[in-house]
């Protein structure tokens, strides 16, 4: 497996950052879901938000999830990633096919449309803490900053691309999330952005061979930077047949008869990996027994 994310800080804490390579995982969820090009870099660069942000949880059952609703044909992306930096996720519309706007560049935006995202993260307290944004330019990247500004008052600075080959395989994938901590002196704010003017697209750094490590030496290389950790990351679902037999139970009593008696089976499709559950009519019946 050659997908990972590194954690790093610079500025002597000041500054923290992550900066990842996914072109594996992001190569997995496209063979799963047959996305177009344009559908593969919308979820690719969310899965690779996803998993950076699932690196930063500190327990280990927490979960993060990112959300976007839009208008666009591609409706919407849902993409989860546990403390492990495991991601899972899926688009609505896989097949989504639009016209660049600039040549070379597949236009995210015009195929998200105007929307929101939601961020979502599971951390063990008795309900979740969720925030909510409009979508500022459904790009991913910029809405994803103007979160963190607005929800958690977190300044950021990401970067998110997808490179898809002609054949529609991932060429590169991979992204970066620099953030300052409330303790950042305003010198230094300065010269972190003046110096984030100069940076050039994530997915023509990774075309260059250019590694996490490089790309964070690059941004940050002028700010003390210690890398700290080198984390695996992968396209992984935890879906069981156990799990599905819940979600089954927890129905009402009324439909899960129904479909012992009209379907005399259920197929079930977990829509984060694809994997196809089926149940026989007997199985059926032995769950009933378990309903409310
Ligand atoms: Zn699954």
């Not at 459904?138 to 990401?158: F, H, M, N, R, V």
């Not at 620099?178 to 003017?197: F, G, H, N, R, Y």
Request: glycine share 8%; charged share 25%.
């Amino acid at each position: 497996m050659n997908d990972y994310i590194i954690r790093a800080m610079a500025g002597g804490g000041s500054i923290r950052a992550f900066a990842a390579t996914t072109r594996e995982l992001v190569q997995q969820a496209r063979q799963t879901h047959h996305t177009s090009p344009v559908a593969s870099a919308a979820l690719g660069r969310m899965l690779t938000a996803a998993a950076m942000m699932g690196s930063m949880l500190k327990g280990d059952k927490d979960l993060v999830t990112l959300q976007i609703r839009g208008l666009g044909p591609l409706k919407g992306i849902v993409v989860s990633s546990d403390s492990k930096a495991r991601v899972k996720g899926y688009v609505f519309q896989p097949n989504v096919e639009i016209p660049s706007k600039y040549p070379g560049k597949l236009d995210v935006s015009g195929a998200i449309g105007e929307g929101y995202m939601s961020v979502i993260k599971d951390i063990g307290l008795k309900e979740p803490y969720a925030g909510r944004i409009q979508l500022v330019s459904g790009e991913i990247a910029e809405d994803l900053t103007y979160y963190y500004a607005q929800s958690e008052q977190i300044p950021s600075a990401i970067g998110l691309g997808v490179l898809v080959d002609r054949d529609t395989s991932i060429k590169q994938a991979g992204g970066f999330i620099i953030q300052l901590m409330p303790d950042a002196p305003e010198s230094m704010i300065a010269a972190l952005e003046e110096k984030l003017q100069t940076v050039p697209y994530i997915t023509n750094l990774l075309e260059d061979g250019k590694s996490p490590e490089d790309i964070l030496e690059l941004l940050l290389g002028d700010f003390e930077l210690k890398i700290l950790d080198k984390i695996p990351t992968e396209f992984y679902c935890n879906c069981t047949k156990e799990r599905v037999e819940k979600a089954l139970i927890s129905i009402r009593k009324e439909e899960l008869e129904k479909l012992i008696h009209e379907d005399k089976k259920a197929d079930l499709h977990c829509h984060f990996c694809s994997k196809e559950y089926h149940f026989t009519e007997m199985e059926l019946k032995e769950l009933l027994k378990n309903a409310k």
